[in-house]
Protein backbone atom coordinates (compact mmCIF):
# COMPACT_ATOMS: atom_id res chain seq x y z
CA UNK A 1 0.00 0.00 0.00
CA UNK A 2 2.98 2.42 0.84
CA UNK A 3 3.87 2.03 -2.68
CA UNK A 4 0.20 3.14 -4.12
CA UNK A 5 -0.01 6.14 -1.49
CA UNK A 6 2.74 7.06 -3.18
CA UNK A 7 1.85 7.35 -6.45
CA UNK A 8 -1.42 8.68 -5.60
CA UNK A 9 1.03 11.86 -4.08
CA UNK A 10 3.04 12.19 -6.99
CA UNK A 11 0.32 12.76 -9.55
CA UNK A 12 -1.18 15.19 -7.33
CA UNK A 13 2.01 16.98 -7.26
CA UNK A 14 2.56 16.77 -11.30
CA UNK A 15 -1.38 17.84 -11.45
CA UNK A 16 -0.72 20.46 -9.12
CA UNK A 17 2.16 21.99 -10.63
CA UNK A 18 0.79 22.25 -14.23
CA UNK A 19 -2.48 23.59 -12.32
CA UNK A 20 -0.09 26.61 -10.87
CA UNK A 21 2.09 26.76 -14.23
CA UNK A 22 -1.24 27.07 -16.17
CA UNK A 23 -3.76 29.07 -14.61
CA UNK A 24 -3.06 30.29 -11.27
CA UNK A 25 0.17 32.31 -12.85
CA UNK A 26 -2.75 34.37 -14.55
CA UNK A 27 -6.03 34.31 -12.15
CA UNK A 28 -4.71 36.26 -8.95
CA UNK A 29 -6.94 37.22 -6.25
CA UNK A 30 -5.85 40.84 -4.62
CA UNK A 31 -2.59 39.92 -6.60
CA UNK A 32 -1.44 37.03 -5.07
CA UNK A 33 -2.32 33.53 -5.41
CA UNK A 34 -2.66 30.08 -3.60
CA UNK A 35 0.61 28.00 -3.54
CA UNK A 36 -1.08 24.55 -5.10
CA UNK A 37 2.81 22.66 -4.55
CA UNK A 38 3.16 23.88 -1.30
CA UNK A 39 -0.11 22.47 -0.30
CA UNK A 40 0.58 19.16 -2.08
CA UNK A 41 3.69 18.85 -0.46
CA UNK A 42 1.96 19.85 2.88
CA UNK A 43 -0.64 16.97 2.17
CA UNK A 44 2.20 14.92 2.07
CA UNK A 45 3.86 15.90 5.12
CA UNK A 46 1.08 14.68 6.69
CA UNK A 47 0.54 11.54 5.27
CA UNK A 48 3.68 10.04 3.85
CA UNK A 49 6.38 8.24 5.95
CA UNK A 50 8.81 11.31 7.41
CA UNK A 51 11.70 10.55 5.05
CA UNK A 52 9.44 10.30 1.90
CA UNK A 53 7.33 13.14 2.73
CA UNK A 54 10.68 15.48 3.34
CA UNK A 55 11.98 14.09 -0.76
CA UNK A 56 8.44 14.84 -1.26
CA UNK A 57 8.93 18.38 -0.62
CA UNK A 58 12.00 18.83 -2.36
CA UNK A 59 11.01 17.09 -5.69
CA UNK A 60 8.03 19.71 -5.44
CA UNK A 61 10.27 22.57 -5.02
CA UNK A 62 12.76 21.20 -7.64
CA UNK A 63 9.30 20.87 -9.94
CA UNK A 64 8.38 24.71 -9.69
CA UNK A 65 12.85 25.55 -9.93
CA UNK A 66 13.25 23.32 -13.18
CA UNK A 67 9.95 25.32 -14.71
CA UNK A 68 11.93 28.74 -14.45
CA UNK A 69 9.74 30.09 -11.62
CA UNK A 70 12.96 30.42 -9.39
CA UNK A 71 16.76 30.10 -9.48
CA UNK A 72 17.47 26.16 -8.90
CA UNK A 73 17.06 25.34 -5.71
CA UNK A 74 15.51 27.79 -4.06
CA UNK A 75 11.81 26.42 -4.04
CA UNK A 76 13.08 23.27 -3.57
CA UNK A 77 14.82 23.83 -0.24
CA UNK A 78 11.75 26.11 1.11
CA UNK A 79 9.51 23.08 -0.07
CA UNK A 80 11.67 20.74 1.93
CA UNK A 81 11.65 23.04 5.13
CA UNK A 82 7.88 23.56 4.77
CA UNK A 83 7.42 19.35 4.69
CA UNK A 84 10.21 18.89 7.36
CA UNK A 85 8.42 21.31 10.05
CA UNK A 86 4.71 19.35 8.96
CA UNK A 87 6.61 15.98 9.68
CA UNK A 88 7.45 17.74 12.72
CA UNK A 89 4.20 19.47 14.17
CA UNK A 90 1.76 15.79 12.35
CA UNK A 91 0.48 14.99 15.16
CA UNK A 92 -1.24 18.34 15.67
CA UNK A 93 -3.33 18.12 12.62
CA UNK A 94 -5.59 15.55 14.34
CA UNK A 95 -7.51 18.49 16.43
CA UNK A 96 -10.18 19.43 13.76
CA UNK A 97 -11.03 20.64 10.68
CA UNK A 98 -10.09 24.72 12.08
CA UNK A 99 -6.77 24.19 13.68
CA UNK A 100 -5.71 22.04 10.82
CA UNK A 101 -6.37 24.59 8.09
CA UNK A 102 -4.32 26.87 10.87
CA UNK A 103 -1.41 24.80 10.70
CA UNK A 104 -1.59 24.76 7.16
CA UNK A 105 -1.78 27.87 6.63
CA UNK A 106 1.22 28.68 9.37
CA UNK A 107 3.29 25.71 7.69
CA UNK A 108 2.98 27.61 4.34
CA UNK A 109 4.18 30.98 5.54
CA UNK A 110 7.46 29.63 6.90
CA UNK A 111 8.02 27.84 3.72
CA UNK A 112 7.40 31.17 2.20
CA UNK A 113 9.12 33.15 4.10
CA UNK A 114 11.87 30.34 4.04
CA UNK A 115 11.68 31.16 0.29
CA UNK A 116 12.08 35.21 0.67
CA UNK A 117 14.99 34.65 2.68
CA UNK A 118 17.06 32.44 0.97
CA UNK A 119 16.27 33.97 -2.36
CA UNK A 120 17.64 37.09 -1.02
CA UNK A 121 21.17 35.45 -0.20
CA UNK A 122 20.42 34.28 -3.94
CA UNK A 123 20.41 37.58 -4.97
CA UNK A 124 16.73 37.83 -5.85
CA UNK A 125 16.29 40.92 -4.08
CA UNK A 126 13.04 39.31 -2.38
CA UNK A 127 12.85 40.81 0.84
CA UNK A 128 13.13 44.34 -1.11
CA UNK A 129 9.97 43.41 -3.21
CA UNK A 130 6.96 45.78 -2.12
CA UNK A 131 4.35 42.97 -3.12
CA UNK A 132 6.11 40.68 -0.18
CA UNK A 133 3.79 41.30 2.79
CA UNK A 134 0.73 40.96 0.56
CA UNK A 135 2.27 37.60 -0.88
CA UNK A 136 2.99 36.64 3.14
CA UNK A 137 -0.11 37.80 4.23
CA UNK A 138 -2.38 36.56 1.29
CA UNK A 139 -0.81 33.04 0.14
CA UNK A 140 -1.40 31.63 3.78
CA UNK A 141 -4.81 32.51 3.88
CA UNK A 142 -5.93 31.23 0.17
CA UNK A 143 -3.96 28.03 1.13
CA UNK A 144 -5.75 27.67 5.08
CA UNK A 145 -9.03 27.77 3.06
CA UNK A 146 -8.15 25.74 0.22
CA UNK A 147 -7.59 23.03 3.23
CA UNK A 148 -10.67 23.18 4.47
CA UNK A 149 -11.79 21.51 1.18
CA UNK A 150 -8.48 19.51 0.63
CA UNK A 151 -8.18 18.12 4.18
CA UNK A 152 -11.28 15.93 3.66
CA UNK A 153 -10.71 14.93 0.45
CA UNK A 154 -7.49 14.00 1.44
CA UNK A 155 -8.19 12.25 4.38
CA UNK A 156 -10.73 10.01 2.34
CA UNK A 157 -8.75 9.31 -0.42
CA UNK A 158 -6.00 8.12 1.97
CA UNK A 159 -8.49 5.99 4.15
CA UNK A 160 -9.61 4.49 1.00
CA UNK A 161 -6.01 3.41 -0.03
CA UNK A 162 -5.95 1.73 3.26
CA UNK A 163 -4.42 2.64 6.66
CA UNK A 164 -2.51 5.69 6.63
CA UNK A 165 -0.24 5.06 9.33
CA UNK A 166 1.22 8.06 9.71
CA UNK A 167 -1.83 10.50 10.51
Given amino acids: M ?28 FGAAPDLVLLVVILGGIWLQPEVAVGFGFVGGLLIDLLGLAPLGLSALSFTVAAYLTVRIREYFSYGLPIEALLLGFVTLVGLGTNALVGTLFGEGTLGNPDLVRTLVLVPIYNALLALIA ?17
Avoid at 4 to 21: A, D, E, H, K
Avoid at 157 to 162: E, I, R, S
Wanted: charged letters at 5%; zero cysteines.
Fill in 2 to 29: PILRISVMVILLVGSVLVQVTALQSIQL
Fill in 151 to 167: LPLASRLYLGLGNPGYR
